[in-house]
């Protein structure tokens, strides 16, 4: 089922790093999508059971410093608890005096055991990274150090 966003990996880039652009309809639809193609460089997302909720909530100053903060969350999650994400419920972007972004995020912890590991992704780099809005579609690229 298409749900208004895209990712696709970009060939390359140094032996260390891991890089894609992600296409979407919403802002709130790219996030999703990087956040996605993030998780899917740790592991096979098919084998995660979506039965661990957590809210998350990051901010920042501008749109792409927004997008740099969530997914350094999420690798925090990672790094600190174990926990990897498979769906994201209600994100939301709002702008105030900063950019913010709340969502529902399910997932699970890592299991070695059970899950099928890709590698592990240490730090979102400022490599090539942005975000660019046309027409109302949004494009991010990102690059990921692993």
């Not at 105030?96 to 592990?120: F, M, P």
């Amino acid at each position: 089922m298409y749900m208004g966003y895209t990712y696709e990996w970009l060939p390359d880039v140094a032996i260390a790093d891991a890089a894609f652009v992600a296409r979407a309809d919403s802002a709130s639809e790219l996030f999703i999508a990087c956040a996605l193609a993030t998780a899917e460089v740790i592991v096979d997302l098919t084998g995660i059971n979506p039965c661990r909720s957590q809210s998350l909530a990051v901010e920042a100053e501008s749109l792409e410093e927004l997008l740099h903060a969530w997914l350094d969350e999420l690798i925090y999650l990672k790094d600190t608890k174990g926990l990897i994400f498979s769906e994201f419920e209600d994100l939301s972007i709002n702008v105030d005096t900063n950019y913010s972004l709340r969502c529902l995020a399910h997932g699970e912890e890592i299991d070695q055991n059970r899950h099928t590991l890709g590698q592990d992704v240490k730090a979102v780099t400022y490599h090539l990274f942005g975000i660019t809005e046309k027409k109302g579609r949004y494009e991010a690229r990102v690059v990921l150090d692993i």
